[in-house]
Each structure stands twice: as structure tokens, then as C-alpha cells.
């Protein structure tokens, strides 16, 4: 079964599910002959609830952090508001009942008067209230905290979690929280950021699942009671590149990417979109060796602005706070079609009219994104390189159509950058003049996806090939070899921004190839990092 | 009487904890003080009354001082509010 609520904190948890024991606390209105000593077994109950939230407050402290101590020397505050007190006596006096009743209807009243509040914040404090009630009820009534029922770790379901609640639990038997009730803003989540482990609230679950074995996404939000087979290993696996990310993370975030023997490497992101540089940022990539700038073109239903181009390059320049940023330009064909650019269908598109080719016949498009580039350059350090390049006089065409832009923005008296100017090297024909290209640009890129499906003749689209899809291929380690060579002979930097970067089985290869620059998708960055931190080229 | 206005910077608003430390310091005052929003004025050595305020930021409060050491409370309390909220 597959319930779906809300994430309040990410994460994978896999375990036994365990329902939380709430105390019992059914209050009974009970009249009373001697009003004054109920108000006097009340003010006892207070003061002993203080002395209780005075040692949460020690306790969490300690565990959890000044932060999220805090809200229990708030809760001794609320149980000596005037107010609050004055309800309770004033409900015990004129109506002769019981100290419990008065207090569990006046926290009623209270948490109502907060949770009708038009302030998400005010509105979890609606919880403060019932849980400071609940305490002096137990007091008074001698009820003992709830708990886990269980010895080993569990994935703790509950109606509701109040601070007091949460804190009482033994930590190391919760590997994530699941709650029906409760906001992103509640303790419990707060809780959860701190202690690391995934949240989810508003999640509905049945009463007969206790000891069932359950997954907490806590990434898409949702909790699976009873697994199957291939589902648990599924999120095993996906629990394990977790841990193994969040070490990395911790262990390789500042480091730099050099060898044992002390030879360096840029380590750069791909991204397909503006919203894709907080992971570059997070993962800690030195730059971005691939931004495609398809995006723009596919989200939009016509072709769209230099001004909205600019904006989107712009951002991406200056989150990147002077990092290298590499700006693909337009890589569509046939096969990822847009339906403005009107083009014809083909039988083979990724041998057809595509990418640089159509640039240069409809130079009004591509004018519009180099002025876009090349207005953003003057907000960061961008370069642009150019898909698709299989002659020597493709690039010439490119920089004369630069000169014109540039030419253009200088004349208008608009500012801009300098710009290194790449080509990929995606093609066995690129690569076979990497000599002559070197001459003409300030660094090659190897698109190692398409380069493979070209040079081995098999289509990347069609399953029935896969057999013979060998990304190792001599033919191809050799071409990457070549266009280092080339590249280098010729004064241009080389790096690899395809799938193959990652591969951290042929990092060290690339290494002893002279590899300038690694770029992959975010996610891998520091993967690859801990393996150029463990090579060693001396041996 | 004294009183001053005084606008919340706090992101978060008037939340608990200064809330509580706010109505720790009204209440070592002997004077009647109270806190008001848009005209709805509540005592402020009561916590639950101030959070029941609401108050948001960029909104607008006002604090009146009245009865003994109504100077002092109020040059006390506005420090407060400048320092914390």
C-alpha cells in the first residue's frame, strides 16, 4: 500500500512501522464538594509540570540543541500566564468540578483561539497549548508518558507528536516520523531536520500496521506499508547512495580535486536549467562545464527573447559568482522537436538537421542567443561553446557571426564580457581535425553520449542494440586521447562532458590522458572527486 | 501615561520566545502596561494575550505604560523590542 502526504524533511528510512503509544486521557467532568482544594491540587499540578518541562528543557538541551530546547521554557511560561491560570481556577470555582476538567477545557479554548489564527506559525502553536494541558492532566491524574513499543529502530507513526512527546522518545529507536496531523513548521519537523532523518506529515495511515515492514520516501513524500521484493531493494539501494552521498558530502565539501601526487583537475556540473545551480552549489562543483541551453526553447511556444535568454544566462552567471559557467548553445533536431521551429521529420534526426547546422541557416535565431550571451558575459565568466562541429569552416562562420554581435552591442553601447569560445567534439570528424579546430578555438569539449553512438554506428535510442554498446571502446578512449593531444598542441584546454566523465572506472585513464576538465551531472560531483583524490600518476 | 509605536523587523513576527521574554520584562514593572494592534490592546505581562496578537512583520504596535516607573518601563521595553523584534 502507497499513502501520500507531505515531506518535511528528505531521506529514505526502511523499517518496521510502530504506531506511538499515547497515554490515555479521557477526562471526566466530575463535580466537587471542596472547590479551594481543587484549586490548590491544580496550582500543585502546575508547579510539578514546570519542574518536568524545566528537565525536558535540560534533556533537549542536550540532545537536540538550544533551538529546539527553547519551546519548553516557553511552555513554563504559557502555564504561568494569567490568563491561563485564571481560566482554569475561575472554571473550577464556579462550576465545582474537577481541576482536570478545567484544565483540558481551557486548553481547549486556547489552542482553538490559536489554531483559528490566520498565521501558520500561531496556528502549531495551537499544540503548545494542548500539550502543556495534557501535562498538568497527567499530573493530576497520575498517568504515565507514552512511548515506543518496540526494542529496535522503528518508523514511528503517530496522530500528532507534541514537543513533550517527542523529546520523552528514545532517538535512537525512530528512523523517521509519519504523522497525520501536524505542519511543516511543527516541532516534530523541526526535530526531524536536526536529528537528519525523513518527515512526513498528513499521511493517513490504517490502525493495523504495527510490526509491518514500511519505506519512508522522504523525498516525494509518501510511506509504502508492506513492500514487495523488488520495491524494498529498490529504496535499499537508494538508502545506500544516500549514506554514501551525505558521507562524501561531509568529508570531500571544500576540497580540492588533485591527485596524490599532487596534479589538478577542474570538477564541474552539468545543468539543464536555471534552477539546477543550488545542486551545482550544494555538491560543490568548481564551475559548470554544460549548460544546455535547450530549455528555453522547449518550455517555450515560441521562439523565445534575447531579453528572456538573457535573464536566464544572467542568473545562472552570477549565482555562479565568477565560476566558470559553459553555455551550450541550441542542440535541437528532430528529435526533440518544437513545433515553432517547424521542422520536417526525418528518418535518421540524429544524423539530420540539427543543432550548429540549423544555426547557421537561420542566423537570426542564433543571432538572438549570441546577443543574449554575450550581454550576460558582462554578469560572470561565461563561455560558449558550439554542438555539432564537424569542419574547420563551421567555426570560422561562427566567429564572424560573434564579430557581428559583438560589433552590434559595442555600437549600441551595451557592455559585455570576454568569452571563451569552444566547440564540442562529438563527431569522428571533429575529432579526426582536432589539429586545425585547436588553432581556432580556446577549448574543446568532448561529448562522449553522442560521440560513442556515432563513431560505434549504433543508435543510442534503440534497445536492441544495447548489447553492442560498449562505452569503453577502444575507438573511443583513443579519439578522447587524439583530441587531448590535439587540443593541447594547439593551445586548447580539453574537457569531457559526457556520461564517461562520471565514469569513475576510467577517471584515472582520463587523468594519464591529460584531461583538463571533468564535467558531470551534479550529483556525481563528489564521487568522482574521491576518486581523483585516491589516484596516484607517479606509480 | 507613556507610550511609543514601534514596527516589528522580526521575520518570523512576534513569535514564542521573544513573546516570552517580552512579558518576563512587562511583568518586573509595577505599572499597567499593555500592547496594542489596530486598536486591540491586551496586557503584556500575559504571553498567551501577545501571541494571541498575532503580529506579523512591518506591523505597527503600541505599547502604553501606565502607574509607577512608566518612564523606565517603556525606554526599557522599547530597547527590547529594537534589539529582538
Redesign the interface.
Same mark, same amino acid.
Request: charged content about 30%; overall charge negative.
Given at each position: 500500500m502507497e499513502l501520500v502526504g507531505k515531506s518535511v524533511f528528505g531521506g529514505v528510512a526502511i523499517g518496521k512501522l510502530s504506531i506511538y503509544q499515547k497515554q490515555d486521557n479521557v477526562v471526566k467532568r466530575v463535580k466537587v464538594d471542596d472547590v479551594e482544594a481543587e484549586v490548590t491540587r491544580f496550582q500543585t499540578a502546575k508547579e510539578t509540570a514546570k519542574t518536568q518541562l524545566a528537565g525536558l528543557y535540560d534533556k533537549a538541551l542536550k540532545e537536540v540543541g538550544e533551538a529546539n530546547a *527553547?519551546?519548553f521554557?516557553?511552555h513554563q511560561? /504559557?502555564l504561568d $500566564?494569567? $490568563? =491561563?491560570v485564571e481560566s482554569v481556577e475561575n472554571i473550577i470555582r464556579a462550576q465545582g468540578v474537577n481541576a482536570e476538567y478545567a484544565v483540558a477545557t481551557t486548553g481547549d479554548n %486556547?489552542s482553538q *483561539? %490559536?489554531a483559528a *489564527? $490566520?498565521?501558520e =506559525? /500561531?496556528r502549531g502553536?495551537a499544540a $503548545?497549548?494542548k500539550d502543556i494541558s495534557n501535562r498538568v492532566v497527567d499530573v493530576l491524574s497520575g498517568a504515565s508518558a507514552g512511548g515506543i513499543n518496540s526494542t529496535e529502530p522503528v518508523i514511528l507513526l503517530a496522530e500528532d507528536l507534541a514537543p513533550s512527546e517527542t523529546v520523552q522518545l528514545d532517538k535512537s529507536l525512530v528512523l523517521s516520523f509519519v504523522t497525520k496531523l501536524g505542519s511543516t513548521n511543527s516541532h516534530t519537523a523541526i526535530l526531524a531536520r536536526t536529528m537528519n532523518i525523513p518527515a512526513l506529515i498528513g499521511i493517513n495511515y490504517p490502525e493495523d500496521v504495527e510490526g509491518k515492514m514500511g519505506i519512508v520516501d522522504g523525498f516525494i513524500g509518501k510511506l509504502i506499508i508492506d513492500p514487495d521484493e523488488e520495491t524494498l531493494k529498490k529504496y535499499q539501494k537508494k538508502k545506500e547512495e544516500e549514506e554514501e552521498k551525505a558521507r562524501l558530502l561531509l568529508e570531500l565539501k571544500g576540497k580540492e580535486n588533485v591527485t596524490l601526487d599532487g596534479t589538478k583537475v577542474n570538477l564541474y556540473a552539468n545543468i539543464g536549467g536555471v534552477g539546477d545551480v543550488a545542486d551545482v552549489l550544494k555538491n560543490d562543483a568548481g564551475g559548470i562545464g554544460l549548460f544546455r541551453s535547450e530549455f528555453l526553447y522547449l518550455e517555450s511556444s515560441d521562439y523565445p527573447s534575447e531579453e528572456d535568454q538573457f535573464k536566464a544566462y544572467r542568473t545562472v552567471a552570477e549565482n555562479m559568482a565568477g565560476k566558470k559557467v559553459i553555455i551550450r548553445t541550441l542542440d535541437i533536431g528532430a528529435d526533440k522537436q518544437v513545433d515553432y521551429f517547424n521542422l520536417k521529420k526525418e528518418d535518421n534526426p540524429a544524423m539530420g538537421y540539427r543543432a550548429i547546422r540549423i544555426c547557421l541557416e537561420r542566423i537570426e535565431v542564433f543571432k538572438t542567443q549570441l546577443r543574449a550571451l554575450w550581454r550576460a558575459s558582462y554578469y560572470g565568466k561565461i563561455s560558449v561553446m558550439f554542438p555539432m562541429i564537424i569542419s574547420v569552416s563551421e567555426v570560422i562562420k561562427i566567429k564572424e557571426i560573434v564579430e557581428e554581435v559583438k560589433k552590434e552591442l559595442s555600437d549600441q553601447g551595451i557592455p559585455y564580457g570576454e568569452v571563451e569560445i569552444g566547440v564540442m567534439i562529438e563527431t569522428p570528424a571533429a575529432v579526426m581535425i582536432t589539429e586545425e579546430l585547436a588553432k581556432e578555438v580556446d577549448f574543446f569539449s568532448i561529448g562522449t553520449n553522442d560521440l560513442t553512438q556515432y563513431t560505434l554506428a549504433i543508435d543510442r535510442q534503440n534497445p536492441a542494440l544495447d548489447n553492442f554498446y560498449d562505452s569503453h571502446h577502444p575507438a573511443i578512449l583513443k579519439m578522447i586521447q587524439m583530441t587531448v593531444e590535439n587540443g593541447h598542441k594547439g593551445g586548447a584546454w580539453v574537457g569531457i562532458c559526457g556520461e564517461l566523465g562520471a565514469d569513475t572506472t576510467l577517471t584515472e585513464t582520463f587523468l594519464r590522458m591529460g584531461v583538463d576538465e571533468l564535467s558531470v551531472s551534479p550529483s556525481r560531483v563528489l564521487s568522482v572527486r574521491n576518486a581523483i583524490r585516491n589516484i596516484d600518476l607517479s606509480k | 501615561m507613556t507610550e511609543f509605536t514601534y514596527t516589528i523587523t522580526d521575520p518570523q513576527g512576534v513569535h514564542a520566545r521573544p513573546a516570552g521574554i517580552f512579558v518576563k520584562e512587562a511583568a518586573s514593572f509595577p505599572c499597567n502596561i499593555t500592547v496594542g494592534k489596530d486598536g486591540k490592546d491586551v496586557d503584556a505581562k500575559r504571553i498567551l494575550g501577545v501571541m494571541s496578537l498575532g503580529v506579523k512583520q512591518g506591523e505597527e504596535i503600541v505599547v502604553k505604560c501606565d502607574g509607577d516607573q512608566e518612564a523606565e518601563a517603556a525606554e526599557k521595553l522599547e530597547a527590547f523590542l529594537k534589539e529582538n523584534l
Amino acid at each position: 500500500m502507497e499513502l501520500v502526504g507531505k515531506s518535511v524533511f528528505g531521506g529514505v528510512a526502511i523499517g518496521k512501522l510502530s504506531i506511538y503509544q499515547k497515554q490515555d486521557n479521557v477526562v471526566k467532568r466530575v463535580k466537587v464538594d471542596d472547590v479551594e482544594a481543587e484549586v490548590t491540587r491544580f496550582q500543585t499540578a502546575k508547579e510539578t509540570a514546570k519542574t518536568q518541562l524545566a528537565g525536558l528543557y535540560d534533556k533537549a538541551l542536550k540532545e537536540v540543541g538550544e533551538a529546539n530546547a *527553547m519551546v519548553f521554557e516557553v511552555h513554563q511560561m /504559557m502555564l504561568d $500566564d494569567l $490568563d =491561563y491560570v485564571e481560566s482554569v481556577e475561575n472554571i473550577i470555582r464556579a462550576q465545582g468540578v474537577n481541576a482536570e476538567y478545567a484544565v483540558a477545557t481551557t486548553g481547549d479554548n %486556547f489552542s482553538q *483561539m %490559536f489554531a483559528a *489564527m $490566520d498565521d501558520e =506559525y /500561531m496556528r502549531g502553536r495551537a499544540a $503548545d497549548i494542548k500539550d502543556i494541558s495534557n501535562r498538568v492532566v497527567d499530573v493530576l491524574s497520575g498517568a504515565s508518558a507514552g512511548g515506543i513499543n518496540s526494542t529496535e529502530p522503528v518508523i514511528l507513526l503517530a496522530e500528532d507528536l507534541a514537543p513533550s512527546e517527542t523529546v520523552q522518545l528514545d532517538k535512537s529507536l525512530v528512523l523517521s516520523f509519519v504523522t497525520k496531523l501536524g505542519s511543516t513548521n511543527s516541532h516534530t519537523a523541526i526535530l526531524a531536520r536536526t536529528m537528519n532523518i525523513p518527515a512526513l506529515i498528513g499521511i493517513n495511515y490504517p490502525e493495523d500496521v504495527e510490526g509491518k515492514m514500511g519505506i519512508v520516501d522522504g523525498f516525494i513524500g509518501k510511506l509504502i506499508i508492506d513492500p514487495d521484493e523488488e520495491t524494498l531493494k529498490k529504496y535499499q539501494k537508494k538508502k545506500e547512495e544516500e549514506e554514501e552521498k551525505a558521507r562524501l558530502l561531509l568529508e570531500l565539501k571544500g576540497k580540492e580535486n588533485v591527485t596524490l601526487d599532487g596534479t589538478k583537475v577542474n570538477l564541474y556540473a552539468n545543468i539543464g536549467g536555471v534552477g539546477d545551480v543550488a545542486d551545482v552549489l550544494k555538491n560543490d562543483a568548481g564551475g559548470i562545464g554544460l549548460f544546455r541551453s535547450e530549455f528555453l526553447y522547449l518550455e517555450s511556444s515560441d521562439y523565445p527573447s534575447e531579453e528572456d535568454q538573457f535573464k536566464a544566462y544572467r542568473t545562472v552567471a552570477e549565482n555562479m559568482a565568477g565560476k566558470k559557467v559553459i553555455i551550450r548553445t541550441l542542440d535541437i533536431g528532430a528529435d526533440k522537436q518544437v513545433d515553432y521551429f517547424n521542422l520536417k521529420k526525418e528518418d535518421n534526426p540524429a544524423m539530420g538537421y540539427r543543432a550548429i547546422r540549423i544555426c547557421l541557416e537561420r542566423i537570426e535565431v542564433f543571432k538572438t542567443q549570441l546577443r543574449a550571451l554575450w550581454r550576460a558575459s558582462y554578469y560572470g565568466k561565461i563561455s560558449v561553446m558550439f554542438p555539432m562541429i564537424i569542419s574547420v569552416s563551421e567555426v570560422i562562420k561562427i566567429k564572424e557571426i560573434v564579430e557581428e554581435v559583438k560589433k552590434e552591442l559595442s555600437d549600441q553601447g551595451i557592455p559585455y564580457g570576454e568569452v571563451e569560445i569552444g566547440v564540442m567534439i562529438e563527431t569522428p570528424a571533429a575529432v579526426m581535425i582536432t589539429e586545425e579546430l585547436a588553432k581556432e578555438v580556446d577549448f574543446f569539449s568532448i561529448g562522449t553520449n553522442d560521440l560513442t553512438q556515432y563513431t560505434l554506428a549504433i543508435d543510442r535510442q534503440n534497445p536492441a542494440l544495447d548489447n553492442f554498446y560498449d562505452s569503453h571502446h577502444p575507438a573511443i578512449l583513443k579519439m578522447i586521447q587524439m583530441t587531448v593531444e590535439n587540443g593541447h598542441k594547439g593551445g586548447a584546454w580539453v574537457g569531457i562532458c559526457g556520461e564517461l566523465g562520471a565514469d569513475t572506472t576510467l577517471t584515472e585513464t582520463f587523468l594519464r590522458m591529460g584531461v583538463d576538465e571533468l564535467s558531470v551531472s551534479p550529483s556525481r560531483v563528489l564521487s568522482v572527486r574521491n576518486a581523483i583524490r585516491n589516484i596516484d600518476l607517479s606509480k | 501615561m507613556t507610550e511609543f509605536t514601534y514596527t516589528i523587523t522580526d521575520p518570523q513576527g512576534v513569535h514564542a520566545r521573544p513573546a516570552g521574554i517580552f512579558v518576563k520584562e512587562a511583568a518586573s514593572f509595577p505599572c499597567n502596561i499593555t500592547v496594542g494592534k489596530d486598536g486591540k490592546d491586551v496586557d503584556a505581562k500575559r504571553i498567551l494575550g501577545v501571541m494571541s496578537l498575532g503580529v506579523k512583520q512591518g506591523e505597527e504596535i503600541v505599547v502604553k505604560c501606565d502607574g509607577d516607573q512608566e518612564a523606565e518601563a517603556a525606554e526599557k521595553l522599547e530597547a527590547f523590542l529594537k534589539e529582538n523584534l
